[in-house]
């Protein structure tokens, strides 16, 4: 069995590590702190024309809260696209359950409807991009000193 690249437990942004470390750029371990790249940051992203509506009510929120705290680039409207745009398929497929239903027919007989499905899929899909951007209370942890919008500059945590 090969395990995923990517599992176990996310390594602690390098400004937390660094609160928390020894000192002199060591992490609590002793570990030297690689310096992280010196991203241009934004209060505000242009928000895509072809936002579905419930994609641009979920941008305009997310840009308000995190660029009023330093945590946008410009870099990251793609993956702030793709969070909109598959919250909005979650409450497309949302309100199509709502209106027709769990169930469907098809040749089979009767079937959960394909509607369900999509917003099981999104939902998941939600959720990780969520914790990407620190929007669930769980993964708000991980925002904690990432900029706190007062605009000092020299606060590089």
């Given at each position: 069995?090969?395990?995923?690249a990517?599992?176990?437990?996310?390594?602690?942004?390098?400004?937390?590590?660094?609160l928390?470390?020894?000192?002199?750029?060591?992490?609590?371990?002793?570990?030297?702190?690689?310096?992280?790249?010196?991203?241009?940051?934004?209060?505000?992203?242009?928000?895509p024309?072809?936002?579905?509506?419930?994609?641009?009510?979920?941008?305009?929120?997310?840009?308000?809260?995190?660029?009023g705290?330093?945590?946008?680039?410009?870099i990251?409207?793609?993956?702030?696209?793709?969070?909109?745009?598959?919250?909005?398929?979650w409450?497309?497929?949302?309100?199509?359950?709502?209106?027709?239903?769990?169930?469907?027919?098809?040749?089979q007989?009767?079937?959960t409807?394909?509607?369900?499905?999509?917003?099981?899929?999104a939902?998941?899909?939600?959720?990780?991009?969520?914790a990407?951007?620190?929007?669930?209370?769980?993964?708000?942890?991980?925002?904690?000193?990432?900029?706190?919008?007062?605009?000092?500059?020299?606060?590089?945590?």
């Open positions: 069995m090969v395990a995923a990517n599992a176990g437990r996310k390594a602690a942004p390098p400004g937390l590590r660094l928390t470390g020894r000192g002199e750029g060591k992490d609590s371990a002793g570990r030297p702190i690689p310096e992280t790249p010196k991203f241009d940051r934004v209060v505000a992203l242009e928000k024309a072809d936002l579905s509506p419930d994609a641009a009510w979920l941008w305009d929120r997310v840009v308000d809260q995190m660029g705290m330093g945590l946008l680039k410009p990251d409207a793609p993956s702030l696209e793709v969070l909109c745009e598959t919250f909005a398929r409450r497309d497929a949302v309100r199509k359950r709502k209106d027709a239903g769990m169930l469907g027919r098809n040749s007989g009767i079937v409807a394909p509607w369900v499905g999509i917003e099981e899929r939902s998941k899909e939600f959720r990780a991009w969520c990407e951007y620190g929007i669930t209370p769980a993964a708000e942890k991980n925002l904690a000193g990432a900029g706190d919008g007062n605009g000092d500059g020299d606060n590089p945590f």
